[in-house]
């Protein structure tokens, strides 16, 4: 278990160290999951990296697998879709995107 929460330890410091919140792409998917409701799991989901027994490492592995549904996000639809090559905007993403505009005052 030791080496299961270390190793989620040092990837998310990895991901801290590497990732420039300042870069477009990352904003872009921070907004689009957060557009879609998508948050994080209120508990870390710890996957079962360490050399066990197999009768354990079973079940570690269903009781990752089992907490990874538990929190699945459902699937929200794309804000745009691509149809015969030109990207069209989904009727909510439009609404947002005029109530952004006028909280600015444009």
């Known amino acids: 278990m030791l080496l299961d929460r270390f190793d989620f330890f040092l990837n998310g ?3 801290d160290r590497t990732t420039d919140p300042e870069d477009p792409a990352v904003k872009a998917a921070a907004d689009d999951r957060r557009r879609r409701g998508i948050k994080p799991p209120p508990v ?3 996957e079962p990296i360490a050399l066990r027994r197999d009768d354990i490492a079973q079940i570690r592995q269903k009781q990752a697998t089992e907490l990874r549904a538990k929190f699945a996000q459902p699937a929200q ?3 745009t879709t691509t149809v ?3 990207e ?4 909510g993403a439009f609404l947002a995107y005029e109530a952004a505009l006028e909280r600015a005052g444009q």
């Open 88 to 91: 069209r905007v989904n009727a």
């Open 84 to 86: 015969n090559g030109r």
């Open 44 to 46: 870390p989901v710890l």
């Open 13 to 15: 410091e990895y991901i």
């Open 77 to 79: 639809p794309a804000a």
